[in-house]
C-alpha cells in the first residue's frame, strides 16, 4: 500500500513540476518520452538518438525491435547513446518545433543540438553508424597495429582519412565539419609497409580509403583548408556512385553536376565492364560526380530520365541535380565497341555546349524529394490521387458534369500530371 502511494505521489510531482522526473534512467531500455520531459531529456546526455514514431504507422513499427536491440549496446559504450523515442503525432508541438513531416523520423541530439539521421535503421549497422557519432573528431593513433583497429572500427559505410605525418591540427576544422560523412584519423607512426599499402611514397599524405567501393586516393597538399576541403570533399563519394535512395541524400550535398548512365542491368556483366570505364572518366573529370543506375533495379528513376523498355542503353545525360538534365546531341546511348572514347566523346560535347536541356517533371521531383525527406504526405496524396484516377477512368462525363464537388476537382487535376507522364513515356515508346 505504502509503494503504491509513493508511486501515485511521484506521478502527481511529475505533472506538477516535470522537474522530478528528470532523473532518467539509462538502463539499456529506449526511453519514452512526452511533451514535458522532452526537453530536459535531450539536453541532459551528450548524445541522444530520437525515434519521433506514430502509433499507426508501419515503418514505425518495424523500426521500434531494432531500436529495442541498439539500445543496450548504444548505452553500454564508453561514450553512451541514449536511445529515445517519442508519440509525435500525439505531441504536436514537439513536433512541429523539430520539423518532423514524416514516421518515423529519427533525430540525433549532441549536447542538445538535433541532426537528422540518415544513417541505417538495422540494429547492427545503426550501432556502426552511431559510434563514429561519440568517436573523437580525429582519431590519433600510434602505430601499424592501430590503423587496422581503427579501420576495424570505422568499418565500411563511411569514407576514411588518415593522415601520414600529419597534425591533427591541419584536418581538426574540416573533421568537425564533414564528421557526419566520414571518419578522420592521423598516423604518428607506421612502417613503410603501410606506406606501400595505402600506396603513398611521401609525407605528410593525406589518403582516403572508399572500403565499400573498393578506391583509394592520396593527396600530398597543400593542406590548407579550401584546397582540403576540396579533396575532402571530392572523396566523400566514391568515383561511381550507385543511384539508391541514400546515394541521393548524398547527392544533394554536393554541387557538381552529375554524369548518369542508365543500363539495363547494374549487375550485368557488362554494366560492370561499363562502370569501371566510367571510374577512370570520373578520376580525370573530378568537376563531375558519376553515378549510374540500372533501368531493372529503378525504373522510376530511369523513366524520369525519358528511358523506357525501348530505349537503348547504355544512355548518358548530365543531370543537374534538381529538374533539368541534359542529354547529348549525338551520344544519346553509349553502343558496345570502344565504350571509354564515346564517354570521352560525351563530355567533349556536352562542355561545346552541344546539349539539348530536359526538364524532370515536378510531379517527378515531387516524388523524389518525398524519397529525400520522407514526406509521407505526399505519398499519401499520390496514391489518393491515383486512386482517384483508377476511380474516374470511363467516367469522364459524370467527372465533366460534377466539377462543384472539390475532391472531384483535385483527382482531375492529378490526372493531367499523371497524363503528362504517360504521353512522355509512350512518346519514347514512338522513338
Ligand atoms: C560474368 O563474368 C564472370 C566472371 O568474369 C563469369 O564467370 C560469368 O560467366 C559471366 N557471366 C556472363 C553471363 O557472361
Ligand atoms: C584523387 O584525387 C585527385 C584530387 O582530387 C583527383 O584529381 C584524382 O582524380 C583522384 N584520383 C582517383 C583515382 O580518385
Ligand atoms: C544535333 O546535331 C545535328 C548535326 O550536328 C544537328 O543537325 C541538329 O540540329 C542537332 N539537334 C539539336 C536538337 O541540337
Redesign the pocket.
Known amino acids: 500500500m505504502h509503494h503504491r502511494h509513493l508511486v501515485i505521489l511521484m506521478i502527481a510531482l511529475c505533472i506538477v513540476s516535470p522537474i522530478y522526473c528528470d532523473e532518467f534512467k539509462v538502463n539499456g531500455k529506449v526511453l519514452e518520452l512526452h511533451e514535458s520531459n522532452f526537453d530536459a531529456a535531450v539536453s541532459s546526455f551528450d548524445c541522444v538518438l530520437v525515434d519521433f514514431y506514430a502509433p499507426w504507422c508501419g515503418h514505425c513499427k518495424r523500426l521500434s525491435p531494432e531500436l529495442d536491440k541498439a539500445a543496450p549496446v548504444l548505452s553500454g559504450l564508453k561514450k553512451p547513446v541514449v536511445v529515445a523515442k517519442i508519440d509525435a503525432d500525439k505531441y504536436s508541438r514537439i513536433a512541429s518545433k523539430y520539423d518532423i513531416d514524416g514516421f518515423p523520423t529519427l533525430k540525433i541530439f549532441l549536447h542538445g543540438v538535433p541532426t537528422d539521421y540518415r544513417g541505417p535503421r538495422k540494429s547492427d549497422s545503426l550501432v556502426r553508424y552511431l559510434r563514429k557519432f561519440v568517436a573523437p573528431d580525429v582519431t590519433v593513433i600510434e602505430s601499424d597495429s592501430g590503423i587496422t583497429e581503427f579501420l576495424e572500427l570505422a568499418g565500411t559505410s563511411f569514407p576514411i582519412f588518415i593522415g601520414f605525418g600529419l597534425d591533427e591540427s591541419a584536418i581538426s576544422k574540416l573533421a568537425i565539419k564533414f564528421k557526419k560523412n566520414a571518419w578522420f584519423s592521423v598516423a604518428k607512426d607506421f612502417s613503410e609497409k603501410t606506406m606501400a599499402l595505402y600506396d603513398f611514397d611521401k609525407v605528410p599524405a593525406l589518403v582516403a580509403l572508399h572500403p565499400s567501393f573498393d578506391e583509394q586516393n592520396v593527396s600530398y597538399g597543400p593542406f590548407e583548408d579550401e584546397f582540403l576541403e576540396e579533396f575532402i570533399q571530392q572523396c566523400l563519394l566514391p568515383l561511381t556512385l550507385p543511384m539508391t535512395g541514400e546515394s541521393l541524400k548524398l547527392l544533394k550535398d554536393d554541387k557538381r553536376k552529375i554524369v548518369l548512365t542508365i543500363v539495363e542491368d547494374e549487375t550485368h556483366n557488362d554494366s560492370k565492364e561499363l562502370i569501371k570505364l566510367l571510374r577512370a572518366a570520373a578520376s580525370a573529370n573530378r568537376e563531375f560526380v558519376f553515378a549510374y543506375v540500372g533501368f531493372n533495379q529503378w525504373r522510376d528513376f530511369a523513366e524520369a530520365f525519358e528511358v523506357s523498355r525501348k530505349t537503348p542503353l547504355p544512355k548518358m545525360v548530365v543531370w543537374d541535380g534538381n529538374e533539368v538534365f541534359f542529354a547529348v546531341?549525338?551520344s544519346e546511348s553509349i553502343h558496345s565497341e570502344d565504350q571509354g572514347s564515346q564517354i570521352t566523346l560525351f563530355l567533349e560535347r556536352f562542355r561545346e555546349g552541344?546539349?539539348?536541356e530536359k526538364s524532370l517533371g515536378p510531379s517527378f521531383w515531387g516524388y523524389m524529394m518525398s524519397l529525400l525527406g520522407m514526406r509521407t504526405v505526399y505519398i499519401v496524396i499520390f496514391l489518393v490521387a491515383v486512386v482517384f484516377l483508377i476511380a474516374t477512368v470511363g467516367k469522364d462525363e459524370t467527372l465533366a458534369s460534377d466539377t462543384q464537388d472539390p475532391s472531384h476537382y483535385a483527382a482531375s487535376g492529378s490526372t493531367s500530371v499523371a497524363n503528362n507522364r504517360e504521353a512522355r513515356i509512350s512518346n519514347d515508346k514512338e522513338d
Open positions: 546531341n549525338g552541344k546539349v539539348i
